[in-house]
């Protein structure tokens, strides 16, 4: 039992697992609910448990998806808005309520397990949609806003204080509830909470690698908060660059320069060219810009925000470093040799001494540094280094992580040019595969990396397999990338 778990968390835990076991049926779903809940609460009320009725209004903010029992847990409950409801909800009284409900067919208790990764079973609630949606309408107007608030407070304590990859089951399960309570807003003081909330846990779906989820997240809040706080509001910009990254992630390149450039817009004139968070904007849309063909505008983006933060923060701030870590790739792919040698080595080595190996802006640094000696055809020296940035990715993200993919197939580019065609297949081979199930099979980096697996298997000798792969990419190719695309020339020779 943790440091914020009542008795009956643990009583409740076993409870779930007990149904489990035990086979327990489950309430039929076709159960006229609509019509039997108002009875349900108004009998639980007689019996002194009026906080079932906030409980119930409560979780008619979110969705009808699986609520994680944590949201109700102590460490969340206490002095909470949940106390300053009519009737009020106290941490204290959540068992009670829960076991009424629970009596009454009202909600369900559930035992989540997590597919990958070796999480714990996670009990969780569910509650059958029609109730939720009937709730909510018979929920006194002036009290939505606070259950709203109270909603999204119970969200925010369930969230950690920094993204580690142990947080990513959690944060998928409260994502349908965080978009179901953007739904729920009604003014902006509302408003600012819920998006906060929302805008953070996108964040933390971006860094799990569901960029589908933080994209979906993040437009969401972003109208919201445009909506009722207005263009310009510090909330709807940090909603609106989320809404960038998760474009570009997702392969959406124009789209992603544009709200990038909107949102560096506005915080250069609301917030000021040297505000942290303009700093940020001026920093990320060097990604798309890269990938439109761009890259000496990307280097430009990356320089400013460098001299500016060394200026402002000390040449050796971890910030700064940051920004070098990924200037580093852009001095490679625009073949400025020069300035890729003098800084590469001095940033791997300055990340390792001042924010440590196995940080993210170090392992970033290791990254791109293989990158470029990938780049300048320097395949011995690539080598070691691109296997540092894969352990390094996949202990910070796991192993099948876009950011560990990506770094996988760069290590398999780095053995092929070494001759080591079996290891550089199998890797491009499992890179490929898990690209195609968590960016889709027509994703621009897919179908280049489908590219450069079909090419090596043909170095390998394996030329059947590798016409069939081209044969399936050739006409993605030509209508994702375009035929001139290197990609798309590659694959057609393949063929050929």
């Not at 971006?206 to 997240?217: I, T």
């Amino acid at each position: 039992m943790n440091a914020h778990q009542r008795p009956w968390d643990a009583a409740l835990t076993d409870t779930v697992h007990g149904q489990a076991v035990s086979g327990r049926p489950e309430r039929d779903p076709t159960h006229p609910v609509d019509s039997t809940w108002r009875l349900s609460l108004h009998a639980l009320a007689q019996q002194g448990l009026t906080s079932s009725t906030t409980l119930l209004r409560v979780l008619s903010c979110w969705s009808s998806a699986p609520v994680p029992m944590s949201l109700l847990s102590t460490h969340a409950m206490q002095d909470g808005l949940c106390g300053k409801l009519d009737p009020p909800l106290n941490a204290g009284g959540v068992e009670p309520a829960l076991r009424g409900l629970q009596d009454h067919s009202l909600v369900s208790l559930v035992s989540l397990v997590a597919t990958e990764g070796g999480q714990e079973a996670r009990p969780s609630i569910t509650t059958h949609e029609v109730v939720l949606k009937g709730v909510w309408a018979a929920a006194p107007e002036d009290q939505r806003p606070r259950l709203v608030m109270a909603a999204a407070q119970l969200l925010g304590r369930n969230l950690p204080d920094q993204w580690d990859a142990g947080a990513s089951y959690l944060v998928g399960l409260m994502v349908p509830h965080a978009a179901a309570l953007l739904e729920r807003i009604s003014d902006a003081e509302t408003a600012l909470s819920v998006v906060e909330v929302a805008t953070r846990l996108a964040g933390y779906a971006f860094e799990g690698g569901d960029y589908h989820a933080s994209l979906h997240l993040a437009e969401a809040a972003a109208h919201a908060a445009e909506n009722w706080l207005g263009r310009d509001d510090q909330a709807t910009l940090r909603a609106k660059h989320h809404t960038a990254m998760g474009l570009f992630r997702l392969g959406r390149f124009e789209e992603s320069e544009r709200v990038h450039r909107q949102v560096l817009n506005i915080r250069q004139r609301v917030l000021g060219p040297e505000h942290p968070e303009t700093l940020e904007s001026q920093q990320d849309i060097h990604e798309p810009l890269a990938q439109l063909q761009r890259p000496h505008e990307a280097v430009h983006a990356l320089r400013v925000t460098e001299e500016v933060r060394s200026r402002l923060l000390g040449d050796l701030h971890p910030a700064t470093l940051h920004t070098r870590a990924l200037l580093i790739e852009y001095l490679a792919t625009t073949d400025d040799a020069e300035a890729f040698q003098r800084l590469g080595p001095a940033t791997v080595a300055a990340c390792e001494e001042i924010v440590g190996i196995g940080s993210a802006t170090t392992v970033t640094a290791h990254h791109n540094y293989a990158f470029g000696l990938f780049h300048f055809g320097r395949l011995e020296e690539a080598e070691p280094v691109a296997r540092m940035a894969v352990e390094g990715r996949e202990n910070l993200h796991g192993a099948n992580h876009p950011l560990a993919l990506s770094a996988a197939v760069l290590l398999s580019w780095v053995l092929r040019g070494l001759g080591a065609l079996t290891e550089a297949a199998n890797l491009a081979r499992r890179v490929v595969d898990r690209q195609e199930l968590s960016l889709g099979a027509e994703h621009p980096y897919v179908l280049v990396n489908r590219t450069e697996l079909a090419s090596t298997l043909a170095m390998a000798g394996a030329a059947a397999e590798a016409k069939e792969l081209a044969r399936h990419n050739l006409p993605l190719c030509d209508r994702v990338l375009g035929a001139d695309h290197p990609a798309t020339v590659e694959t057609r020779r393949l063929i050929e």
